[in-house]
């Protein structure tokens, strides 16, 4: 069964500072996808990036990237130069393809709180 | 945004009572989901739907009943409410719920049972 851990309950780090979330995930279909979702403290999930596990490049979109390794199952997210703004619960998740039946059920992991603090 | 809401957004209600919550979507997506969120669990799939009267469960139904009348609306009903089912629920959808497919939450709704 596949299953998503994010070890890291809780960080905390001053703003300006760099931050790497870690997403470990085990799955045994070739053909999976991960996700990452933020959820401020307003709640709501809002969606960061989606990659297929075909796909290594590495990605950055502003101050935001995500190192994508296959040989170690993970899914790694950094925020470079840290904001008060970026304080949040992030999730890594995924879904596997089971042959096109999987209906696109997300497994999620545990969650990382980040706070930035000014 | 996606076009996602639920209802209702808060509800306090005692063991053993019926609630029924609402996941509204003008998306016309075809798959739509219940997720709940609880501490050190992150989310998980209580049960999901591929189309109109076309439902499944997902990792943690028991407890619960869904059904899909209209494309447009998603009902999850705790038939007789625990202590257990306190939780804060969240509704996504998809448009043909395939594995590559983004799901996109609405605002969510925190239930709590007394």
Known sequence: AQKVTQAQTEISVVEKEDVTLDCVYETRDTTYYLFWYKQPPSGELVFLIRRNSFDEQNEISGRYSWNFQKSTSSFNFTITASQVVDSAVYFCALSESAGGTSYGKLTFGQGTILTVHP | ?114
């Open chain 2, 1 to 114: 945004d996606a076009g996602i809401t639920q209802s209702p957004r808060h509800k306090v209600t005692e063991t053993g009572t019926p609630v029924t919550l609402r996941c509204h979507q003008t998306e016309n997506h075809r798959y739509m989901y219940w997720y709940r969120q609880d501490p050190g669990h992150g989310l998980r799939l209580i049960h999901y739907s591929y189309g109109v009267k076309d439902t499944d469960k997902g990792e943690v139904s028991d407890g619960y009943s869904v059904s899909r009348s209209k494309t447009e609306d998603f009902l999850l009903t705790l038939e007789s409410a625990t202590s257990s089912q306190t939780s804060v629920y969240f509704c996504a959808i998809s448009e043909s719920g395939g594995s590559a497919e983004t799901q996109y939450f609405g605002p969510g709704t925190r239930l709590l049972v007394l």
